[in-house]
């Protein structure tokens, strides 16, 4: 095989948090000696270049290809190119809009390409690339998922036994999922899939379009993780498969290279957070992130500041609320200097917006990790062997909850129950009082008997991660298996056309450029960025 002439297109949705990931991806495939070619605009590729440069550094054939974003056609600002520029829903709808549009660019690039790319692999919110794949003529064409196995599988077959369309509008009806492999309950607001919103039925028409057509998935997960989820969802849909994470477990902390310009900057130096956790006893420090979307109203931020208190325990508390919500700001320090940060100020660290999380979660010290169970999020937390407690917000974070608590049990439940725009108004954003915030951490930090062999499970899926993404593991071999049989489709689609390495031919432009997203609702469009 020779799989050093195979290239690779690569398709990220423009929204923070997809991109890295097809970095890494890149990397990966690079690794097995293909050529890698990751496709973004202009903004997007100046805030991704340092992770493409350290992966050419690391002797990767990885590139990096600019196209112009069609923004400006659809009157939004020259530079606005990614979802967290976005300011109203007036934008969201422009800005899926122009995304739908990069069909023309990416189409006329391709085009005047010497040969064309083996394979293209997009986002699965990036749909619009099947009917350029099947006008240019891509041999091999192949979606990248960002949640897990078993979210996926569990609105597949929500929508495919008519669950979703029997409750109809009522969000809190209880259901259990059919046909399932784990007993798994809910309701259509903690089962909600990615573009499930009034307004953008045709976009989700697309992307379940392009996935069904597609020559194969890939998902960020592993077989030791989820194996029973990922086969009952390539079987339900009839696809290839192959689960080639988690990713981050094949790249350490101390790997500071790799690790350069990933994700937000954080707010404290890596080396401040490194000496405050060495001064703590093993596995004592809880480590609270909601991600880079969530933010818990005053009056929730203020019961979770109580329990933690009350709890007694060291802590590191990303918490963003401090930077823009001024109830937040005052409770953490109050005019008469008794504010929550000096009381707590012998064991509580704040960091008021992004907090190294890689090193924070890799350090000794953490024992737990109150996360907002964003795939991200989560898949960190198991690679890290660091048990969880639990806190979803919305999309498929109810569903890494469940995964985590019930079928791997290595997280506890913090109470959250529905996502925060579901809580009645009178709570006033409260779902979880103190005092079962102080229960929960008790239980997780502590818990006994029950809460060791909890955190025995953890540290063994983290090995296991680790082992997935070696040389002869699962995710190692499913990659190297993509591989091959992206190979082989190509030397059989380019025999079949005859055209192996002439130049790709240049029929009209189809109708590619009239495919627009017409009503698009911003929710929708966040709920795409776990
Ligand atoms: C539902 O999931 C099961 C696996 O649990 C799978 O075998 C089945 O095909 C799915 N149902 C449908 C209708 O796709
Ligand atoms: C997910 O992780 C990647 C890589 O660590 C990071 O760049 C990205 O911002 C994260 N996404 C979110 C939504 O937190
Ligand atoms: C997989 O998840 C990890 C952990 O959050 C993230 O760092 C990585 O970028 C993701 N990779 C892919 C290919 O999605």
Wanted: hydrophobic share 45%.
């Amino acid at each position: 095989m020779a799989s050093s002439e195979l290239h690779f297109l690569l398709v990220p949705l423009v929204a923070q948090g997809h991109i890295i990931p097809m970095v890494d991806l890149a990397r990966l495939i690079a690794s097995r000696g293909a050529r890698v070619t990751i496709v973004t605009t202009p903004v997007n590729a100046a805030r991704n270049r340092a992770a493409v440069d350290s992966a050419k550094r690391a002797g990767l054939d990885v590139g990096l290809v600019e196209l112009p974003f069609p923004g400006p056609q659809l009157g939004l600002p020259e530079g606005m190119e990614n979802a967290d520029q976005m300011v109203d829903r007036g934008m969201y709808l422009k800005f899926f809009e122009a995304i739908w549009k990069m069909a023309e660019p990416l189409e006329q690039y391709l085009r005047a390409l010497p040969r064309r790319p083996d394979c293209l692999i997009a986002d699965a919110c990036n749909p619009w690339t099947a009917g350029v794949c099947a006008s240019v003529g891509i041999p091999a064409r192949l979606v990248l998922h960002c949640p897990s196995a078993y979210f996926l599988l569990a609105v597949h077959n929500l929508s495919a036994h008519g669950v979703y369309d029997r409750v109809g509008d009522d969000e809190m009806e209880p259901f259990e999922v059919p046909d399932f492999p784990v007993r798994a309950v809910g309701n259509k607001a903690t089962f909600r899939g990615f573009f499930q919103w009034p307004g953008v039925e045709k976009e989700h028409r697309d992307v379940l379009h392009a996935e069904a057509t597609a020559d194969g998935l890939l998902l960020n997960t592993s077989r030791g993780l989820e194996g029973v989820f990922v086969d009952a969802y390539a079987a339900a849909l009839g696809r290839k498969t192959w689960a080639v994470g988690p990713t981050c477990a094949s790249l350490g902390a101390d790997d500071a290279d790799a690790m350069a310009g990933r994700g937000n900057r954080a707010e404290v130096d890596a080396g401040v957070i490194t000496a405050w956790l060495d001064a703590r006893p093993p596995e004592s420090v809880l480590y609270i992130s909601f991600g880079s979307i969530a933010q818990l109203p005053a009056k929730q931020v203020t019961e979770l500041a109580l329990g933690l208190e009350a709890s007694g325990r060291p802590f590191i508390w990303a918490i963003k609320e401090a930077k823009s919500d001024a109830a937040v700001k005052a409770l953490l320090n109050s005019e008469d200097g008794g504010g929550f940060e000096e009381r707590v100020r012998d064991r509580g660290l704040l960091v008021r917006g992004w907090a190294p999380q890689v090193t924070i979660l890799s350090h000794r010290a953490t024992g737990g990790f109150l996360t907002h169970c964003g795939w991200n999020a989560t898949l960190e937390a198991i690679a890290h062997g660091v048990p969880a407690l639990t806190w979803p917000s919305f999309a498929d974070q109810f569903c890494s909850e469940r995964l985590l608590v019930d079928v791997l049990r290595v997280g506890v439940r913090s109470g959250v129950k529905v996502p925060a725009m579901n809580v009645p108004e009178e709570a006033q954003g409260v779902q979880v009082a103190s005092g079962d915030v102080e229960k929960a951490v008790a239980e997780l930090m502590d818990g006994g008997e029950e809460g060791a062999a909890r955190r025995a499970r953890a540290k063994e899926l983290a090995k296991e991660a680790r082992k997935a993404m070696e040389e002869g593991g699962a995710s190692c071999s499913d990659l190297e298996d993509m591989i091959r049989y992206v190979s082989e489709l190509s030397r059989k689609r380019s025999h079949e056309r005859g055209t192996s390495s002439t130049p790709v031919p240049s029929a009209a432009a189809a109708e590619l450029g009239s495919k627009k997203g017409e009503k698009i609702e911003a929710d929708a469009a966040l709920s795409v960025q776990s």
